[in-house]
């Protein structure tokens, strides 16, 4: 019943996005399908010329991230895996040179070479090593080292500082147990305390922020759920309310937004539809499992049969999904995603996708390789959210656009390619 | 000591700098994401290195992470020298919040910026509170949401007070935004922790007041419907008891729009042992219109089944949340 000037800020900022997907979108809608078939395949070539040219060189107004590199070259390392693309083993060999020069003696890396070890850089940087794969890259990360660092960097109150004199928040609680769990040095002194600091964190919207408080967020929403789930404490959470606030998160155009009442975000892509592929790996919330009849895998046809599965104290049921499931053939088993997974597969590459490669946040903003990042880190759990298992390829339907579009499957705790996290964890559960 | 890049003395020209010999970065011979730094850039963090490697904590060493700062703020290393400097030199920390409060403007979301500010005020104390709560709202009246300028709030509330006016402040917040959700969630913060207020249960009754009042104003804005159960929160039995909660839902059901989040709340309701009246299943049937497809006579059911359909997107959600349902009696 309001004139268009008394709306909030909010609203006409809101507003304003809509109009601009909406948009994108109508146009989409009324072009020829020739022109359609185009606009939906995800520009591969130009997202890998993109990045390999970060790689190797950026700009001067990159000073701003001369404390973050191995951040940019996880980024980048990791787009360019998650498009099954490959690198030049002189330049792989360059990378781990790198990275070595921004390991600290005493542990950790830092954002550049000679630069404080510090936590998030650490996580971006066995992430980094982690994606390149192979001995060589493994075995450059001094495990003693880095443990011994992430000892220094915790705190009395179970959380974890970014670095020495640094702040302490989720993000910091998640890089330090992320990197621990993939290089097999978890301990009980790592965890102790923790898993109650980020209890304290879930707030009474049912996300997690990043310090007890504040606002629910779909970043520290990641982080916080991760680490609950590498510590074994996720059941402390109230799952059913985190659900709850992460799948009204997603709005109109397709796309997450970080917060309620903000604005989407192509980098929310990930944070928050990731928490949706790491709600898969918890027994408790598991959604229903459709299980495709025989001569039904041809077809593209979606769920079909559906028997519900474990609630507590319904385990008659269980047994008949798994016996059901066992009848069939149980490579094509599958789930339903409790997000929109082909809206958001819509957003990401009509709306951010930059033409000449790259993604970026929304329509309108520049694209820069975190966004390139995160986007298509989003992009891969989608098209994979209907698998029960990686050892199933998705079906056609699950796949937004042609299915070249496909992305390698991540394993969502540590954001890096499955196979690559195959590799490292081989490595260090034997070394 | 200009930070106009036409007016910069390079370092090496400056006679207090003419003992250091700047230590250039070890990117080694085949660089990877290598910046390409302008030269000013590149000799400042070049004698940096050397004065932290030689771990020099001089006023010369002080201007030099001014300007290394200035330069890229997002460089934790120098933030954190900066900090054991001041601390030798035992520095004015007023003076800090000013230099603070000079690169607030172009980086209020960088999060060493912050950590610096809470480490200052930190050590100034009480003192420093009211000036500085008062600056934080001038931050957030340029960026309402800006999350780190929330946070500080938050902190500075818990460790130095101020608690008196933060009620109104966020009243007065809503009042110009009230789909603003940080501002509702900072009114969370002090209604359970202000040590004036006497906590979520005392408070609760005036607050639902509060709360559907906002709703009522726009129902459509998921902020205060959220709010409204977090006041509840541990407590779901007092929410399907208050007749207010089950009140405001009939009320939006019955203007027949924005009732998206009236239908969810219900459903929750519901779900934890509510028991509707015919009104609740009359309102629920004038929302759904079809005939060929009739409404399940489980409410909870009914209304998963018009969700499913009227907030499509979330269809999978909807789905999956009807198959929680414990069966019909």
């Keep these: 019943m309001e004139s268009f000037g008394s709306l909030t800020l909010t609203q006409r900022d809101q507003i304003m996005v809509e109009q601009q997907v909406f948009s994108i979108l109508k146009t989409f809608y009324e072009m020829p399908p020739s022109s359609q078939s185009v606009m939906m395949e995800l520009q591969r070539e130009d997202h890998v010329e993109y990045l390999t040219k970060g790689l190797k060189h950026l700009g001067p107004n990159f000073c701003v991230l001369d404390a973050n590199r191995p951040w940019i070259c996880y980024w980048i390392l990791h787009s360019i895996a998650l498009m099954d693309e490959f690198l030049d083993p002189e330049l792989e060999d360059n990378i781990i040179d790198f990275l070595s020069r921004c390991q600290d003696p005493d542990g950790g890396y830092g954002g550049g070479p000679g630069q404080m070890p510090h936590l998030a850089t650490t996580y971006a940087a066995v992430n980094s090593l982690v994606t390149l794969g192979g001995d060589k890259a493994l075995s450059s990360i001094n495990r003693e080292k880095l443990y011994t660092f992430l000892r220094r960097r915790k705190e009395p109150s179970g959380a974890f500082r970014m670095h020495d004199g640094g702040e302490i928040d989720v993000r910091a609680c998640y890089t330090a147990i992320s990197v621990a769990s993939l290089l097999n040095i978890l301990d009980d002194d790592l965890v102790q305390g923790l898993g109650d600091y980020i209890l304290s964190c879930q707030t009474y919207e049912g996300g997690i922020a990043g310090e007890p408080g504040s606002e629910a967020h779909g970043g520290y929403t990641f982080c916080g759920l991760a680490t609950m789930i590498l510590i074994n404490e996720v059941d402390r959470l109230d799952l059913s309310s985190l659900i709850d606030w992460v799948v009204f998160r997603q709005g109109v155009e397709g796309g997450f937004q970080g917060r309620t009442n903000k604005l989407v975000d192509g980098c929310y892509s990930f944070w928050q539809g990731g928490v949706f592929a790491l709600l898969k790996r918890v027994h408790s919330t598991k959604v229903e499992q459709s299980v495709l009849l025989p001569g039904e895998e041809d077809s593209g046809a979606e769920s079909l049969q559906t028997t519900t599965s474990s609630d507590e104290g319904e385990e008659d049921l269980n047994e008949d999904s798994s016996q059901a499931v066992s009848h069939f053939d149980r490579r094509h088993a599958r789930v339903e995603p409790l997000f929109n997974s082909l809206a958001l597969q819509q957003y990401i590459i009509l709306c951010a996708q930059e033409p000449g490669g790259g993604l970026r946040d929304k329509p309108g903003k520049s694209r820069d390789h975190y966004h390139t990042c995160y986007c298509l880190s989003g992009l891969s759990v989608c098209q994979h959210s209907w698998s029960a298992d990686e050892d199933s390829p998705p079906l056609p339907n699950a796949v937004l656009g042609p299915y070249s579009n496909l992305l390698e499957p991540i394993n969502p705790l540590y954001n890096v390619v499955l196979d690559r996290y195959q590799e490292a964890h081989e490595f260090f559960t034997r070394s | ?329």
């Design chain 2, 1 to 329: 000591m200009d930070s106009d890049e036409g007016d910069r003395e390079p370092l090496s020209r400056r006679a207090e700098w003419s003992d250091v010999i700047p230590l250039p970065q070890d990117d080694g011979p085949n660089p990877v994401v290598s910046i390409a730094y302008k030269e000013d850039f590149r000799e400042t963090m070049d004698y940096f290195r050397a004065i932290y490697q030689a771990d020099e904590r001089s006023p010369r060493a002080l201007c030099l992470t001014r300007e290394a700062i200035l330069a890229n703020p997002g460089n934790y290393t120098v933030w954190h020298f900066r900090r054991l400097v001041l601390q030798a030199l035992n520095a004015d920390l007023y003076k800090e919040l000013d230099f603070l409060q000079q690169i607030a403007n172009s980086n209020a979301k960088n999060y060493q910026l912050w950590h610096h500010r809470r480490w200052v005020i930190e050590r100034l104390g009480a003192d420093a509170r009211a000036k500085e709560l008062e600056l934080n709202k001038e931050i957030l009246s340029r960026d309402t949401k800006n999350y780190h300028a929330w946070s500080h709030r938050q902190w500075v509330l818990q460790a130095l007070g101020g608690w008196e006016d933060e009620l109104d402040y966020c009243h007065c917040l809503l009042e110009q935004d009230v789909f603003n959700n940080s501002t509702w969630n900072q009114r969370y913060f002090v209604i359970t922790r202000s040590p004036f207020l006497g906590g979520l249960k005392a408070m609760r009754e005036s607050e639902v007041r509060y709360t559907v009042k906002a709703i009522l104003a726009q129902p459509n804005n998921e902020s205060p419907w959220r709010y409204l159960r977090g006041l509840y929160k541990d407590d779901i039995e007092a929410l399907v008891d208050d007749p207010q909660v089950s009140s405001v839902c009939l009320k939006v059901m019955n203007t027949k729009s924005n009732y998206i989040f009236a239908l969810i709340m219900l459903l929750d309701l519901l779900c934890n042992g509510f028991q509707p009246s015919q009104e609740f299943r009359d309102a629920v049937d004038a929302l759904w219109t079809s005939d060929t497809h009739p409404l399940d006579s489980d409410l909870a059911k009914a209304i998963c089944y018009i969700l499913e359909h009227v907030d499509s997107l979330r269809a999978g959600y909807w789905m999956w949340r009807k198959s929680k349902l414990p069966q019909a009696a």
